[in-house]
């Protein structure tokens, strides 16, 4: 396959090193600045218990140097998809799929659910110009259960997971997932073909639209945000907000939030992507993460006083250091 990886930061570099060190496909990647160089001198490059994996890349600035593509993989903060929309066009071919491995809500996710279709999310849409620029029938969801950062640019530092689940988003099994689903098995990620990817989506939001936030407005790993009865409480409250919002869209939540504060405490002293970004200064992806799940509460009218409360703190929090 030719595949090509918009946004070679921590999740696409690793989705990128895995899949070129197979030797099974053509990979390339748009990047910028110090990363476009350490890709174009040093090609991927993966660093983990494991030890160092690498593959060759062609990494351009200008997506119009690499032409179409049979996989386009979106890997980029929720910031930069504006720009995506405006120079994604060279790298879609008629049936060229698109991969966003993304945090949060995804643009694409109201438009093949009954109660979101015909509304816009300004937070992830905004004006609808991500899905005029990439239409839908070039979408496969994707939701990452991975821990990685780049300790520089070009250098992926992969800490645990290796968890892909991908899914149409108006249902089914299709031939083009299956083939997604080999190719990316075959670069050793453990890949699931999910009948239904947005619930995918709402339960991991539900999981982590709270630990986010709340750890980068505390400095504060998860563990130590769980160990707080206070903010622990603050926590449950806001998923069950949260709950009750995928009940009403149809992605309905079997985990209590003490279920899910359990599994989250295995992962022990664990820095949310969010605090990764307050502490190298990064913008954070908050309207994905929060402000997308707090305007669809306003559409489908279900109070939300607890996730209200922490996009305001987190949303002072961040234009005070220029974050947001």
């Not at 090609?43 to 386009?72: C, K, M, N, T, Y």
């Not at 070039?138 to 250098?155: D, T």
């Not at 993460?289 to 002072?316: C, D, E, H, K, W």
């Amino acid at each position: 396959m030719k595949i090509c990886i918009y946004g070679a930061g921590a999740i696409g570099g690793l989705i990128g090193t895995r899949l070129a060190a197979t030797g099974q496909h053509d990979l390339s990647a748009v990047a910028r600045g110090a990363t476009l160089a350490a890709l174009q001198t040093q090609g991927f490059r993966v660093q983990s218990a494991a030890g160092l994996i690498s593959g060759p890349v062609q990494a351009e600035q200008d997506p119009a140097r690499l032409g179409p593509q049979d996989v386009v993989v979106i890997a980029v903060k929720g910031g930069a998809l504006p720009n995506i929309a405006m120079s994604i066009a060279p790298l879609l071919g008629p049936d060229t799929v698109v991969l966003p491995a993304l945090n949060g809500v995804p643009w694409w996710f109201g438009e093949s659910l009954p109660a979101l279709q015909g509304l816009e999310l300004p937070a992830v849409n905004p004006g609808g110009t991500l899905s005029e620029a990439i239409a839908l029938k070039h979408v496969v969801g994707c939701v990452v259960h991975a821990s990685a950062s780049c300790p520089e640019p070009g250098l992926v530092h992969h800490r645990m997971g290796q968890g892909l689940i991908i899914g149409e988003p108006l249902g089914g099994v299709s031939e083009r997932l299956q083939a997604l689903a080999a190719a990316l098995r075959g670069a050793g990620f453990e890949v699931t073909e999910s009948p239904r990817i947005q619930q995918d989506v709402w339960y991991k939001l539900w999981g982590n639209m709270t630990m986010n936030p709340i750890s980068a407005l505390t400095g504060a790993t998860c563990d130590q945000v769980l160990a707080d009865p206070l903010l622990r409480e603050f926590c449950s409250a806001a998923m069950r907000e949260a709950a009750v919002i995928g009940e009403r869209l149809g992605c309905p939540i079997a985990q209590s939030p003490e279920d899910r504060h359990a599994v989250t405490q295995k992962l022990g002293a664990f820095k949310t992507s969010m605090l990764q970004d307050v502490e190298a200064g990064r913008s954070i992806e908050l309207d994905a993460i929060v402000t997308s799940v707090q305007q669809i509460g306003q559409v489908l009218a279900v109070p939300t006083p607890f996730i209200n409360a922490l996009l305001g703190m987190t949303r002072v929090f961040a234009r005070q250091r220029g974050l947001y």
